[in-house]
DNA sequence: GCCAACGTTGGC
DNA sequence: GCCAACGTTGGC
């Protein structure tokens, strides 16, 4: 099966490219919405690349590669009553919300900002210009090479 | 901080 | 099953 790339949303302040860098590797808990869920529990494979981005950032923008490295599990931070992340909802017996780990990659020097993207012929239809609120989403092959490329020859 | 977009919830 | 109210995302 051929490597397949994505794009997944983190708030800057909250998690940044930085934090993946410090942390090596990072459950990703916390997704919310169905769409994003299935594409994680279902389509993400081990090995897949993707594309972190800084949203709520000055600018927003992708900000380095990291590698799926653990498939989807159960994201138990919805258990947790305390957490941020809790829904009563999810059964531990059949939990509704997952999380995949990832692992860092590379950061980008400078993040390739929204604008780019958007100014950029071949990146103006990807997911993440076309839609809102998406913070898990498919990205081509072509799109992920022609952001990494951007990203790579920042100084 | 504002607010548009839009997913989710809940009354009926 | 409809849809208004509500809550959240995320750019600006």
Same mark, same amino acid.
């Not at 494979?45 to 949203?55: E, I, N, R």
């Not at 990659?105 to 604008?115: D, P």
């Given at each position: ?97 997952? $999380? !995949?780990? #990832? ?8 993040? %390739?900002?929204?604008? +780019?993207?958007? @100014?950029?012929? &071949?990146?103006?239809? $990807? !997911?993440? #210009? ?8 498919? %990205?081509?092959?072509? +799109?992920?090479? @022609?952001?990494? &490329? ?6």
């Amino acid at each position: 099966m051929a490597k397949r790339y994505w794009l997944m949303k983190s708030e800057e302040e909250v998690y940044s490219i930085r934090d993946m860098e410090n942390d090596g590797v990072t459950c990703w808990e916390g997704v919310r919405n169905y769409e994003a869920r299935n594409l994680m529990r279902d389509e993400m494979k081990k090995g897949d690349w993707v594309l972190f981005y800084h949203s709520n950032a000055t600018p927003p923008g992708v900000a380095g590669v990291v590698e799926v490295s653990k498939e989807a599990y159960p994201d138990y931070f919805a258990f947790v009553t305390k957490s941020k992340y809790f829904d009563s909802k999810s059964d531990p017996d059949n939990p509704r919300w997952f $999380m !995949v780990d #990832v692992t860092f990659k590379e950061a980008f020097s400078e993040v %390739v900002s929204l604008n +780019e993207i958007k @100014a950029s012929p &071949k990146l103006k239809d $990807m !997911v993440l #210009v076309k839609r809102a609120r998406l913070s898990v989403q498919p %990205v081509t092959k072509e +799109e992920f090479d @022609a952001i990494r &490329k951007m990203g790579k020859e920042k100084k």
